[in-house]
C-alpha cells in the first residue's frame, strides 16, 4: 500500500511540476542552423518542432533561413521573424500558426520585425490568426496563399513584394481588419499589363490606410499618362485593396517656356469637373493663365476659384458634368516660372489634382518637357565620355569653400582629373584623388559660382562603370557638407572650357582649332 502511495504522490509531482511549466507562460524555440528544414526538430533549440500544444514561439533570426516544405505535424503558437531572418515557404509547403493549444494559449501571430523576410512561393500556405509586417514580405503569384482569422497590419516601415506572373493574383485574406502601409514593390514576368487591368492583393471584413509608395518593374511602355494605383473598393468579404493599371489626365509643362496644358492622351473619355495645380515652391505665374472660364469651354460653364497664386490655381464647373474627350488638349498659358527657392529645394515641384464627376479626387499626371534646371550645384557627366564639369545651376550666385565627388563602386578616374588647382584658380587645394573619392579645399578664400557658371573637371567618370557618383559642397561659413547632384547626360552647350570647336569634350581636336 505504501509503494502505491509513493507513485501517486510521485505522479501529482510531475503533473504539478508540468502544470506550473505551461502557467508559466511561453518557450521560445530559436532556429538553429543558417539555412534547414523547418520540419526537422534538431534545427530547433528545443529540440522540438515548435509546438502550440507546449507553448511554443518559433523565432528565426541572426541570418538564419529556415523552410517550410510541407505542412509540419506540430503548428507553433506563434512565430517572430527578427532582423537577418528569414522563413522561405515552397510551394509545397503549409505553415498554419496555432493559438489554440497548451494551456497558456499563444497569439497565433505571424511576425516579421525589421530586417526580417518571409517569403512564399505561389502553391505555398500560410494560416495564422494575426500578421504584422514591419519587415519583408514577398508574395510569389499566381497562388502564393496567406488566410489570416484577425487583422493583417503592413507597417509604415515594412515592404510587400508582389510578384505577378499572369493576369490572376491570390488576394491576401484577412478575417478582420487589414491595414496598408510601408512600400509597395511590384513585379511583373509574364503578365501583360493593360489599361484596365487590375489584381487583388488584401481582401478583408475592412480596410484602412495605403501604401506609401508604389514601385513597378517588368511593366513596359508605360506612357506619362499612364500610372498604377492601389484602390480601396467594396467587395469579397467587405473591402478589397487592388493594384489598378490607369489612365489619367496629364499636365505638361515646358520648362523652357513655361508653358502649360490638360490633356487626354488615353484611350477612353475621362470626367472631371474641376481641378487645382498646386506649387509648394511658389512656381506659378497667375499672371499668364489662359483659363478654361476665359477661354469659355463648355459653354463657359467652368469658374476660376477665388485668387490665383503662385502657389494654387484652381478651376471648379459649378452646374452639369464635363467628360474630357480622348485626344483633348486645352492649353493654359505660361503659367510655369520656377520660382527663387532656398538652395536644393526642388522647383519642378507642381501637383495636379482633379475631382471627377463623384466628386472624388484623383490625382494626375504630370509631364515635365525642355532643359532640365536644377536648384543646386551640380556635377553633369557624359557617361560615353566621362568628361564632367562642375555647374551652378541655381537662378542665384552660391559661395563655395570646397566640393568633394565619391563612388562607393570606384568609377572615378583620378588620373584623367582636372582639378581647379591645376587649372590655376586661386585658393584651390587637391584633398582627396583615389577611385572611390576627389576633392579640393579653398585654402585661402572662397569661390562664388555665378548662376549657370561651368568650371571643367576632366574625365572624371570610368565609362561603362557604376553610376554611383555623388557631390558634396562646402557652402560659405559651413563645417558640414551640402548634398549637391551629379547628372549624367549631356554636357551644357557652350560652357565648358577649352571645348574650341563645341562638341562637349575637350581633346586634341580643340588645340587644332585654337591654334
Known amino acids: 500500500m505504501k509503494h502505491h502511495v509513493k507513485i501517486w504522490a510521485a505522479v501529482a509531482l510531475v503533473t504539478s511540476a508540468l502544470l506550473a511549466s505551461s502557467a508559466s507562460g511561453q518557450t521560445t524555440a530559436n532556429f538553429v542552423p543558417a539555412t534547414g528544414d523547418w520540419n526537422t526538430g534538431a534545427n530547433w533549440s528545443t529540440g522540438f518542432v515548435p509546438s502550440t500544444f507546449l507553448d511554443e514561439v518559433a523565432a528565426v533570426g541572426n541570418g538564419k533561413t529556415a523552410t517550410v516544405s510541407n505542412a509540419p505535424l506540430d503548428a507553433p503558437g506563434a512565430v517572430t521573424i527578427n532582423n537577418g531572418g528569414a522563413v522561405d515557404i515552397t510551394s509545397s509547403g503549409n505553415?498554419?500558426?496555432?493559438?489554440?493549444?497548451?494551456?497558456?494559449?499563444?497569439?497565433?501571430?505571424?511576425?516579421?520585425?525589421?530586417?526580417?523576410?518571409?517569403?512564399?512561393?505561389?502553391?505555398?500556405?500560410?494560416?495564422?490568426?494575426?500578421?504584422?509586417?514591419?519587415?519583408?514580405?514577398?508574395?510569389?503569384?499566381?497562388?502564393?496563399?496567406?488566410?489570416?482569422?484577425?487583422?493583417?497590419?503592413?507597417?509604415a516601415a515594412g515592404t510587400l513584394n508582389a510578384?505577378?506572373?499572369?493576369?490572376?493574383?491570390?488576394?491576401?485574406?484577412?478575417?478582420?481588419?487589414?491595414?496598408?502601409?510601408?512600400?509597395?514593390?511590384?513585379?511583373?514576368?509574364?503578365?501583360?499589363?493593360?489599361?484596365?487591368?487590375?489584381?487583388?492583393?488584401?481582401?478583408?471584413?475592412?480596410?484602412?490606410?495605403?501604401?506609401?509608395?508604389?514601385?513597378?518593374?517588368?511593366?513596359?511602355?508605360?506612357?506619362?499618362?499612364?500610372?498604377?494605383?492601389?484602390?480601396?473598393?467594396?467587395?469579397?468579404?467587405?473591402?478589397?485593396?487592388?493594384?489598378?493599371?490607369?489612365?489619367?489626365?496629364?499636365?505638361?509643362?515646358?520648362?523652357?517656356?513655361?508653358?502649360?496644358?490638360?490633356?487626354?492622351?488615353g484611350g477612353s473619355a475621362i470626367p472631371a469637373d474641376g481641378y487645382i495645380i498646386h506649387s509648394n515652391a511658389g512656381s506659378l505665374r497667375p499672371s499668364s493663365l489662359n483659363s478654361l472660364d476665359e477661354q469659355g469651354v463648355d459653354g463657359d460653364a467652368w469658374k476660376e476659384i477665388g485668387n490665383q497664386t503662385a502657389n494654387n490655381i484652381a478651376e471648379l464647373r459649378p452646374v452639369g458634368q464635363s467628360s474630357i474627350a480622348t485626344g483633348t488638349n486645352v492649353a493654359l498659358g505660361n503659367i510655369f516660372l520656377p520660382a527663387i527657392a532656398p538652395l536644393g529645394q526642388e522647383v519642378d515641384d507642381l501637383t495636379f489634382t482633379y475631382t471627377d464627376t463623384s466628386g472624388a479626387k484623383v490625382r494626375g499626371q504630370v509631364q515635365y518637357v525642355g532643359q532640365k534646371s536644377w536648384n543646386n550645384v551640380v556635377v553633369?557627366?557624359?557617361?560615353?565620355?566621362?568628361?564632367?564639369?562642375?555647374?551652378?545651376?541655381?537662378?542665384?550666385?552660391?559661395?563655395?569653400?570646397?566640393?568633394?565627388?565619391?563612388?562607393?563602386?570606384?568609377?572615378?578616374?583620378?588620373?584623367?582629373?582636372?582639378?581647379?588647382?591645376?587649372?590655376?584658380?586661386?585658393?584651390?587645394?587637391?584633398?582627396?584623388?583615389?577611385?572611390?573619392?576627389?576633392?579640393?579645399?579653398?585654402?585661402?578664400?572662397?569661390?562664388?559660382?555665378?548662376?549657370?557658371?561651368?568650371?571643367?573637371?576632366?574625365?572624371?567618370?570610368?565609362?561603362?562603370?557604376?553610376?554611383?557618383?555623388?557631390?558634396?559642397?562646402?557652402?560659405?561659413?559651413e563645417s558640414l557638407g551640402f548634398n549637391g547632384v551629379v547628372v549624367y547626360g549631356d554636357l551644357p552647350s557652350g560652357n565648358l572650357p577649352g571645348d574650341y570647336n563645341g562638341n562637349g569634350s575637350v581633346d586634341a581636336a580643340d588645340y587644332t582649332v585654337w591654334k
Do not use: C, H
Open 95 to 155: 505553415l498554419t500558426v496555432d493559438p489554440t493549444g497548451g494551456a497558456a494559449a499563444q497569439s497565433g501571430a505571424m511576425t516579421i520585425n525589421a530586417g526580417g523576410m518571409l517569403s512564399i512561393a505561389s502553391g505555398g500556405q500560410l494560416n495564422a490568426a494575426a500578421m504584422t509586417n514591419n519587415g519583408t514580405l514577398t508574395l510569389n503569384g499566381p497562388n502564393a496563399d496567406v488566410n489570416i482569422t484577425g487583422n493583417l497590419t503592413l507597417g
Open 380 to 477: 553633369v557627366i557624359d557617361p560615353a565620355t566621362g568628361q564632367a564639369v562642375l555647374q551652378n545651376q541655381a537662378p542665384f550666385g552660391v559661395t563655395i569653400e570646397g566640393y568633394a565627388v565619391t563612388s562607393a563602386a570606384g568609377s572615378i578616374t583620378p588620373g584623367t582629373w582636372t582639378s581647379l588647382e591645376e587649372q590655376g584658380s586661386s585658393g584651390w587645394v587637391e584633398i582627396l584623388s583615389n577611385s572611390n573619392q576627389l576633392g579640393e579645399l579653398q585654402g585661402v578664400g572662397t569661390t562664388t559660382l555665378a548662376s549657370k557658371q561651368v568650371y571643367d573637371l576632366g574625365k572624371i567618370f570610368n565609362v561603362g562603370g557604376s553610376q554611383d557618383l555623388k557631390l558634396q559642397i562646402l557652402l560659405e561659413g
Open 163 to 265: 510578384n505577378i506572373t499572369s493576369n490572376s493574383f491570390t488576394a491576401m485574406s484577412a478575417g478582420g481588419r487589414a491595414t496598408l502601409g510601408g512600400q509597395l514593390n511590384v513585379n511583373f514576368t509574364g503578365a501583360a499589363p493593360a489599361p484596365g487591368s487590375s489584381w487583388t492583393l488584401a481582401d478583408a471584413a475592412t480596410m484602412s490606410g495605403n501604401f506609401s509608395s508604389i514601385n513597378i518593374t517588368g511593366s513596359s511602355g508605360l506612357q506619362p499618362w499612364q500610372t498604377y494605383v492601389v484602390e480601396t473598393v467594396a467587395g469579397g468579404a467587405g473591402s478589397q485593396a487592388k493594384l489598378a493599371f490607369v489612365e489619367r489626365l496629364l499636365l505638361t509643362v515646358n520648362r523652357d517656356t513655361g508653358a502649360t496644358s490638360i490633356s487626354n492622351p
